[in-house]
């Protein structure tokens, strides 16, 4: 009687590991499901947007918030974005003007709030933030300022500021320097790496 329990007890033994194994695979299968699931929306794809409020270097601080807004009807598969929608993105450069060097700004994107989906954003480098200088050289983003930014993969929480550490200032220019009619963009550090904190170009030296 005893062997016969024991060869009972070994069989449900053998079962219970059996079963068990079974079930490690099907978790471990499902995690594996689940982590290739694709984006809820299209990566990569570019959109039009415009600056909602004014920002300045005069007045900005490392890590404030910009607002901006789709310029029209955007379609992500299965995401539908409609015109107006409105996003964020913060600030990761802002040096104010001195009497020596002129203000900068870096913008880093956020993400767009669609009705029912999150859609997170860089800046499109292709087509960056232009600015305007004050009189006192900072430099000015005036609402309907239009710039692109582009759909990347969903994340969890924002990104970490791409470049808090503001770079050199400019050298004054020269009084008598020509004033170009438009300057080329001036990536940072950060976004010849990452492509996501595109400097602002103003449209005329100071």
Known sequence: MRWSRSTDD??????????ALAFGVFVAAGGALRAAEPPPYTLGTTIDVVLTKPVSSETAQL??????TTKADVNLGTVTLPAGTPGTGRLATVVHATHNAPGQLALQA???TGTTTTVWVNIDTSLPPRGKYSTKKDILLDPGM??????ISPRSKV??????TPAPPPAAPSSAAPLPSSAAPLPSPAA???GMTPSVSPSATP
């Open 110 to 112: 956020d993400s767009l």
């Open 159 to 164: 990104a970490p500021l791409m470049d808090e």
């Open 10 to 19: 070994t069989r449900n033994v053998r079962r219970f590991s059996a079963a």
């Open 63 to 68: 890590g404030d918030l910009f607002y901006f």
């Open 192 to 194: 010849s790496a990452q």
């Open 146 to 151: 239009a710039f692109r930014v582009i759909t």
